[in-house]
């Protein structure tokens, strides 16, 4: 795992709210096997690339992120 990892940063904080460290650990490790993540870069360019304009993030948090686009 690496610090900077967004599902490291998840783990961290579910076991400093009182998750048991192998609990936390096997979550972050199923989220990164079974879902494919983009960075914030990538997300925008494929919605550009998909037609979308005013492409603006407007909420982040951990792992997952909400879009403004107009088609």
């Not at 904080?13 to 009182?18: H, P, Y």
Request: aromatic residues 12%.
């Amino acid at each position: 795992m690496h610090r900077h990892d967004p599902s490291c940063r998840d783990a961290a904080f579910a076991v400093a709210s009182g998750i048991a460290p192998g609990i936390a650990e096997g979550a972050r490790a199923s989220v990164e096997a079974h879902l494919d993540l983009l960075s914030p870069e990538e997300d925008e360019r494929v919605l550009r690339e998909a037609g979308f304009s005013g492409v603006t993030m407007f909420y982040a948090a951990f792992t997952w992120r909400g879009w403004v686009r107009y088609a």
